[in-house]
């Protein structure tokens, strides 16, 4: 069964600190996701990749950098961590057509203190 | 400005009643799909139907497509309290491998 893994699952950090938001996929899917969650704005796009070694901007991308360093895993990095940053933070993985479906994983709970 | 957007913010009914959530969109598309996102948990997809598709089900669900108005319709009949979820709509713009997400629906049901 397809599977998405995220850690951590819960998260505090300090304004200015580094963050990283690891996720791991085993349904060998080449596009990977990663979005926010905030009450009234759905899920927002923030980076996505087309497979290892890709990375590319999404809807919100700016304060926020990605990796993609295999097949499997792709990781959402805030380098200067701020408070407009606390959100729940969603990753998933998809076939590489048009409209294709998207799996996700259970989230990580971000507070930045 | 959203892509798609479902219709209302949330929806109450008692077990065994139906509901319909709504949903429009803006662009040309590949395919809609339905997401419910329970409590504390990821977005999991219900139902994909594809443009050239007018209606598709799954189980109790069924959903609608009509291109023409730019909208689609998630019905769901014999509620139970473990429907109980926020209910997106999602769609792509034709080709692209992005989906834009509405803000969804709180759909309630009362024992």
């Known amino acids: 069964e397809a599977a998405v893994t995220q850690s951590p699952r819960n998260k505090v950090a300090v304004t200015g600190g580094k963050v990283t938001l690891s996720c791991n996929q085993t349904?060998?899917?080449?596009?990977m996701y990663w979005y926010r969650q905030d009450t009234g704005h759905g899920l927002r796009l923030i980076h996505y990749s087309y497979g290892a070694g890709s990375t590319e901007k999404g809807d919100i991308p700016d304060g926020y950098k990605a990796s993609r360093p295999s097949q499997e895993n792709f990781s959402l990095i805030l380098e200067l961590a701020t408070p407009s940053q606390t959100s729940v933070y969603f990753c998933a993985s998809g076939d590489d057509w048009g409209g294709a479906e998207q799996y996700f994983g259970p989230g990580t709970r971000l507070t930045v203190l | 400005s959203q892509l798609a957007e479902e219709n209302s913010w949330a929806l109450s009914v008692h077990e065994g009643e139906s509901v319909t959530v709504n949903c429009s969109y803006k662009?040309?598309?590949?395919?809609l799909q339905w997401y419910r996102q329970k409590s504390g948990k990821g977005p999991a997809q219900l139902i994909l139907i594809r443009s050239n598709e007018r209606e598709k089900r799954n189980g109790r669900l069924r959903a609608t497509l009509d291109t023409s108005s730019q909208s689609s319709s998630l019905s769901i009949t014999a509620t139970r309290c473990e429907d109980t979820a926020v209910y997106f709509c999602?769609?792509?713009?034709?080709?692209?491998?992005?989906?834009?997400f509405g803000s969804g629906t709180q759909l309630t049901v009362m024992p």
């Open positions: 349904n060998n899917h080449n596009n």
């Open positions: 662009t040309s598309i590949t395919a």
């Open positions: 999602a769609t792509d713009e034709s080709g692209s491998w992005q989906l834009i």
